[in-house]
């Protein structure tokens, strides 16, 4: 079985401050990572994804992610961020083998001030 | 092209009420989940077809909750003796790969 937690309910920040979303996850066995974003109104779309290959993984906005085996972390980062990345991230994790199983954290709240 | 929709976006029932939500996924999507998602929390899984098989239901919370998929396209939830603690928004995603999902906007359930 997997968990995930997301230890930041609300991250408040100023616009061009660089940012991280804490996200840690327990599994017993490999796994895919995955952080949504979910704007105001709007439904969960994937912001990115880990499934195999190079640790750190980047989004078309800015975004990136990389994935700590040791430490069982899937962080998001991004370094200056805009009025318009005001969202809830969610990080989730699904295991490699078979199932199809998807576990979501709580939630972070990011809100960026002017 | 249409994305995942869903129908009532919102819903109020009675207790004990009988309800039933619909999934349309993007067309050619084989794979379906459910998920319930309440306040303040992240989504959460209920179960999930592949075309109209439905090959893991671990998460639905009792056997009030059941989920249909009968041609592999349109999919349906049903609450039956609906309960407060139903109060939620459901969520269904589609996805052609099973790894990226495409979330509908949701169906806000409200028990009274």
């Known amino acids: 079985a997997q968990s995930v937690t997301q230890l930041d309910s609300q991250v408040p920040v100023f616009e061009e401050a660089p940012v991280e979303l804490r996200c840690n996850y327990s599994?017993?066995?490999?796994?895919?990572l995955f952080w949504y974003v979910q704007y105001p109104n709007q439904g969960l779309q994937l912001l990115l994804k880990?499934?195999?290959?190079?640790?750190l993984v980047e989004s078309i906005n800015g975004f990136e992610a990389e994935f700590n085996k040791s430490q069982t972390s899937f962080h998001l980062r991004k370094p200056s961020v805009h009025i318009s990345d005001t969202a809830e991230y969610f990080c989730?994790?699904?295991?490699?083998?078979?199932?199809?199983?998807?576990?979501f954290g709580a939630g972070t709240r990011l809100f960026v001030k002017a | 092209g249409a994305g995942v929709s869903q129908s009532p976006r919102y819903k109020v029932a009675k207790r004990g009420q009988d309800v039933a939500l619909r999934c349309d996924p993007i067309?050619?999507?084989?794979?379906l989940f459910w998920y319930q998602q309440a306040l303040g929390q992240g989504p959460e899984f209920l179960t999930y077809?592949?075309?109209?098989?439905?090959?893991?239901k671990s998460g639905l919370p009792s056997d009030r909750f059941f989920a249909e998929r009968p041609e592999g396209s349109v999919s349906t939830l049903k609450i039956q003796r609906t309960q407060q603690e139903d109060s939620a928004v459901y969520l269904c995603?589609?996805?052609?790969?099973?790894?990226?999902?495409?979330f509908g906007p949701g169906t806000r359930l409200t028990v009274t």
């Open positions: 995603a589609s996805s052609s790969s099973s790894y990226e999902q495409y």
């Open positions: 599994s017993s066995v490999s796994v895919y």
């Open positions: 880990y499934l195999s290959g190079s640790t």
């Open positions: 989730a994790v699904r295991g490699d083998t078979g199932g199809f199983k998807t576990i």
């Open positions: 067309s050619g999507h084989v794979s």
């Open positions: 077809f592949q075309n109209e098989a439905q090959l893991d």
